[in-house]
């Protein structure tokens, strides 16, 4: 008679749960664009205020949103990995090039801008891509990057025309996507403390995730946010 040997091999599952990341990406997003979208609504500020909004911009906007992203790739949430990478990516850039303005090292356009038109054209063709998956989440989350894509839409044929007016309008959209995202990211600080104040809601037909995942070998690991 044989005698049959089975090995067990003991394994141990850690769990590493993390903070929503898209409430440091949001206030980053909702404080840069606020200052600039103002800004280019025409609320205040003259000739030289990007030089002074660029840090921030850079620093909350850029970096914090981008960071923001990264980690929302470790909370499985590809929506905002995709939206805080870019447009985090997009604010380091921008305050880099009013850096460069500032130092004289570039000269800044003064009428029509199509490089610059083609940097909101990019951004506008993902945002609206991100505006649609997020309708599979919350109704703050599709709100927020809905009206993103607009007013980088609009700001991208203010760049190529040189039209003062749609930088304008494209300013507004840009300040109520920021407002937003400043509701969104509140609606989600006080969910993480178990409040629910600021609701933002499903978005219509939003399917509603699985309290665990299921088939991904990662036994009581939650999906995203």
Known sequence: MNDERHDV?????????????????????AGATTMVAAFMAGWYGGGNTPA?????????????????????FKARDGIATAMHGMWGSFWIAWGLL???FALNVLAAPTGAAPAIALWFFVLAAITIMGAFAAMAE???????????????????FGKLFANDVLLII??????????????????????????????????????KAPAVNIGRAESGVKHGQ
Do not use: C, D
């Not at 109704?139 to 007013?151: H, I, N, R």
């Open 52 to 72: 002074y909004l660029a840090p921030f911009a850079a620093a909350f906007g850029g970096l914090a949103q981008f960071l923001a992203g990264m980690w929302a």
């Open 138 to 156: 919350n109704a703050g989350l599709s709100l927020v990057l809905y009206t993103l894509a607009a007013g980088s839409a609009i700001a991208a």
């Open 170 to 207: 494209a300013g507004y959209f840009l300040v109520v996507s920021a407002f937003f995202a400043w509701w969104t990211a509140s609606s989600m600080m006080f969910m993480s403390v178990g409040k629910k104040f600021m609701p933002i809601g499903m978005a219509p037909g939003a399917r």
């Open 9 to 29: 091999v003991e394994g141990r599952i850690f769990l590493q749960p993390i903070a929503a990341p898209s409430i440091l990406g949001l206030y980053g997003f």
């Open 98 to 100: 009013h850096f460069l």
